[in-house]
């Protein structure tokens, strides 16, 4: 039986700036239009929590019935080691993922923008079949592509409106920011595993463009944000703090781009998902002074 510390091990708490990142940037782009509901904030942020830990448990259980995590390089997966059971990660990701849904449904109630229920059963639908089901997406490259859909448009164009009732043109910005920086979590977690990913014939997009083009890809998508405040800035001069994640990006460019691999990318994947945060909370302040 897994221990209290093997389950919160389990739940990958190092990926929570993914669920924070977007709602910080979505609140700092409702506050630019003086839209900021601290209560919409809070269940915003409950939904994020409770979808991305969810996800990963939902990961962890499909992953590990397939055999996918058997010779794994990363953070301890429950079901890979065997530490719990295939049934009780997978009541894990169902509790998870009901506990987003029921704050989704406050967060619906408490702005009258019920039409996202649509938006937020295909969120639903998205975290299962990430790996489950019998042809995930994930086994197929398209990833990037929903992480970039949910944790970009979906997440901070979702928290703005659900707080002001509007998708502006600085919340567009400020999503394709985060966007892109979550493409750049998964990029680094799915590098690191394009030897393990290979054999277990887990065709992410990392394994199908290959090591080296899998690196440029990471670099452009750290590198756009970065030129996104620089946008922002144009109507919103103090989104430039976003730069401030530089501080964290530019070594994980270095480990990237110098061919570091297998354990010496684990520190990428950490110092990524910080960078994750602090563009978007340097953004959020910046976008809050506006108004």
């Not at 295939?86 to 849904?101: D, E, H, K, N, T």
């Not at 567009?172 to 892109?180: D, F, N, Q, R």
């Not at 990428?268 to 002074?289: E, K, M, N, Q, S």
């Amino acid at each position: 039986m897994a221990t209290v510390a093997e389950w919160i091990e389990g739940a990958r708490p190092r990926t929570l700036p993914n669920a924070i990142a977007p709602v910080v940037a979505g609140s700092g782009a409702a506050a630019s239009g003086d839209g900021f509901h601290p209560l919409a904030a809070v269940l915003a942020l409950l939904v994020a929590m409770g979808m991305v830990i969810g996800v990963n448990f939902a990961n962890d259980y499909s992953d590990g019935i397939r055999g996918t995590d058997d010779d794994r390089v990363g953070p301890m997966r429950l079901v890979g080691s065997r530490a719990a059971s295939p049934g009780a990660v997978r009541r894990a990701a169902f509790v998870s993922l009901g506990i987003g849904a029921l704050a989704g449904v406050a967060l619906l109630a408490v702005s009258g923008a019920w039409w996202l229920l649509v938006v937020g059963l295909v969120c639903l639908a998205g975290a299962w079949y990430y790996t489950g089901g019998s042809s995930p997406y994930g086994y197929r490259g398209l990833g990037e592509i929903a992480v970039f859909l949910f944790f970009g448009p979906v997440a901070v164009l979702g928290t703005e409106y659900t707080q002001s009732g509007r998708a502006s043109g600085l919340g567009i910005g400020t999503a394709v920011g985060v966007g892109l920086l979550s493409c750049a979590v998964l990029v680094a977690n799915n590098l690191r595993d394009v030897p393990s990913d290979t054999v277990a014939g887990k065709r992410t997009l990392a394994v199908l463009l290959g090591e080296r083009d899998t690196r440029v890809m990471y670099a452009a998508l750290v590198v756009v944000p970065l030129g996104m405040s620089l946008v922002l800035s144009l109507r919103a001069p103090w989104a430039l703090l976003g730069l401030v994640s530089l501080v964290l990006l530019v070594p994980a460019l270095r480990r990237v781009l110098g061919g570091a691999r297998g354990p010496a990318l684990i520190p990428v994947l950490r110092d990524t998902g910080l960078a994750l945060l602090v563009w978007a909370v340097g953004t959020a302040i910046g976008l809050a002074l506006v108004s």
